[in-house]
């Protein structure tokens, strides 16, 4: 194991729970937590729930806040993170990158753009790829690609019940859950949802209309739903048979975090275009839209861009971030501590009747609640322990690909003192 997962930035490890920061490291921290929190009320439009913590430091699955208290990370960076905090190689990528050159806009080439291209598309499907910063940027991509690919006449599009596909006009339209509509009817039109996993609703819904279907392998904000290999697969015929798209949006499955490079390759079939964001910087923001050869062509110049995308920076740290994957063999970590994880957290069910299941694949965990979870998420906080909660009532444990088996045991033994309300 490197030093990531469980040593502390003197590299003496924390078998001492160490709490305190060293001093060079928070040179710039001049403010204390309430007069940060000051500071946002002011200036800061107050569009997040926020907790009352003040983050300033990160290393692997720990993070440490201005008080200097130490928290197990397992939701690091709201998926962001997937190799933890400041992975070495992402941190020495950048470095050097920041060192040659920040940016250069797509009048020109660069070298790390065309080298993260070519490192994603032999690890999905052979296809080329379009950089953007964000998920919801790579899905407005993919979605402008099946229109400008399909035929003219085709403008629809079929998504599920449950799914998050981002807050811009078209992606926040895709997505089919009523709480992120209120307050910006009338939608795009041409979209229509059918429940996640429904065969007979999907074969309802179809037309020669349709563009493009675009659903989640595995749902992350819906509560990790797991699509099933019979409903991917009826997605895959119906789009052939009526000349339309599947997109697979794998913003927050892709980049290693379910044992296998994207959550699609977990299923036997093979999208058309495939979206990515959250890990695939290593903690910079990038997006990415991947399609096949041939459907990539009909994006030429003038009908789609972004002056940011693909800029030497994030692509620098996306190529660390595969690199770093690879090199740690972190997609067969992520299945076997995934696995440990998961049968952990099912044994805590019987001693705790609030568990009603867990599911998930990897380290993309969702466990079922039988009442909402919120309050188990901030005492877990106070105890050091970061999680997530989502869809009211799922528990997302979400561990970086570097976590060991020693971390999960200590993330788990807070998790069931919360649920035991000791
Ligand atoms: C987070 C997420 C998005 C949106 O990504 P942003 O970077 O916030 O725009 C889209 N799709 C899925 C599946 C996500 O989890």
Redesign the pocket.
Known sequence: MTGVAGEGPDGAGYAGHDTTIESKNCESIIMTTQETIGVFDKYVIANYGRLPRVMVKGEGCWLWDVDGKKILDMFPG???SGIGHCHPKVVEAVRQQVGELIHIDNTFYCEPQGRLAQLLSERAFGGKVFFC???????EGALKLARLHTAKEKYKFITAEG??????FA?VTA?AQPKYHEGFLPLLPGFSYIPFNDVAALERAFSDEVAAVMV?PI???GGINVATAEFLGAIRQLCDQHGALMIL?????GVGRTGKWFGFQHFDVQPDII?M??ALGGGV?I?AMMATEEVAASLVPGKHASTFGGNNLACAAGVATIEAIEEGNLLQQAIEVGQYTQDKLRALKDKHPIIDHVRGIGLMIGIQLTRPGAEIVSQCLERGLRINCTHDTVIRFMPPMIATTDLIDQAIEIFDSVLSGS
Not at 133 to 139: I, L, W
Not at 163 to 168: E, K, L, N
Not at 249 to 253: G, S
Request: glycine content about 12%; proline content about 0%; overall charge negative.
């Open positions: 709201w998926a962001v910063n964000s998920g919801a940027e790579a899905n799914s998050f596909h981002g807050r811009t992606t997505t989640e749902q992350g904000e949006d794998e913003v927050q499955t979206t964001a959250k923001a997006g």
